[in-house]
C-alpha cells in the first residue's frame, strides 16, 4: 500500500483524498501546506503539517506526496509547488482511478490525477502533474503537456495541447489541433483551428427565452 501525503488544503485537496480513499492500494498519511498558510492542524480528520517539516515528521523514503493545488494563475501555483518538491528530492505520486477507461498504451507523468469516468484511447501521453477530470475523453496519439487542467472535455485524435493550459467544462478539441501554452478554453467552447499563447476562448452562453418555464410544460409545447 502506498503511503500518500497530499499537499494542500482547500477543495481539491479534498477532493483528491476522496480519490485516493476510493482505491485499496492507497492510504493518505497527512496534509502539507506552506508554513506561512497554516491556519488549522486537522483536515479531514487529519494532521495538517507544515511543509517544510515533513521530515521531522515523516520517513519520507516511505511516502509518497501528491500536490493539489488547482488552476490559480492558470496553473502556475501548482507548477512552482511541483518544481520545489522536486527540487527537495520527494517522491510524487499519480493516480489512475479504477473506473477510468484506458483503452491502449498510455503514459503518464508525475503527479498526474486521472479521474473517474474518463476514457484515454492508445497512445495518449499525459505529461507532469496534469489533472484530468471526470468524463474527459481523449483520443488516440494525443498529447496533454505539464501543468494542464482538462476539466470533463473531449480532445480529438492527435491533438496537442500546450503546458499550463485550462481547458472548462463540455469544452471540444477538434482534431489535430495544436493548442498552444496558457490558453484559456472556457465551458463549451469549440476549437477547431491551432492557437497561439495566452489565449481564452469563451464559450456559448444561453439566454433567457421569452416563455415562462410554466409554458415549457404546458399541453401547447409537450404532448
Not at 20 to 33: K, Q, R
Request: glycine share 6%.
Amino acid at each position: 500500500m502506498e503511503k500518500i501525503i497530499i499537499v494542500g488544503n482547500k477543495q481539491f485537496a479534498e477532493l483528491a483524498y476522496y480519490q485516493f480513499c476510493s482505491e485499496p492500494n492507497y492510504e493518505v498519511l497527512a496534509f502539507a501546506v506552506d508554513r506561512a498558510y497554516l491556519d488549522n492542524t486537522v483536515f479531514l480528520g487529519l494532521p495538517v503539517i507544515a511543509y517544510e517539516a515533513l521530515q521531522s515528521n515523516f520517513d519520507m523514503q516511505d511516502v509518497s506526496l501528491f500536490i493539489a493545488i488547482g488552476i490559480a494563475q492558470c496553473n502556475r501555483l501548482r507548477e512552482q509547488k511541483f518544481n520545489q518538491v522536486k527540487q527537495d528530492g520527494y517522491r510524487l505520486t499519480s493516480f489512475i482511478s479504477s473506473k477510468a477507461s484506458v483503452l491502449g498504451p498510455l503514459t503518464v507523468g508525475e503527479n498526474v490525477m486521472i479521474m473517474e469516468g474518463c476514457y484515454l484511447h492508445p497512445r495518449v501521453s499525459i505529461e507532469d502533474n496534469v489533472v484530468v477530470w471526470t468524463g474527459t475523453r481523449i483520443a488516440m496519439h494525443s498529447t496533454v503537456a505539464k501543468h494542464c487542467w482538462v476539466t470533463s472535455a473531449v480532445i480529438g485524435e492527435r491533438c496537442h495541447i500546450g503546458n499550463n493550459t485550462f481547458i472548462g467544462l463540455n469544452a471540444t478539441i477538434n482534431p489535430n489541433i495544436r493548442v498552444a501554452e496558457f490558453n484559456v478554453i472556457d465551458a463549451g467552447a469549440v476549437i477547431g483551428h491551432d492557437t497561439l499563447p495566452k489565449q481564452v476562448y469563451r464559450g456559448f452562453r444561453s439566454k433567457p427565452s421569452k416563455i415562462d418555464s410554466d409554458k415549457v410544460f404546458s399541453r401547447d409545447l409537450l404532448n
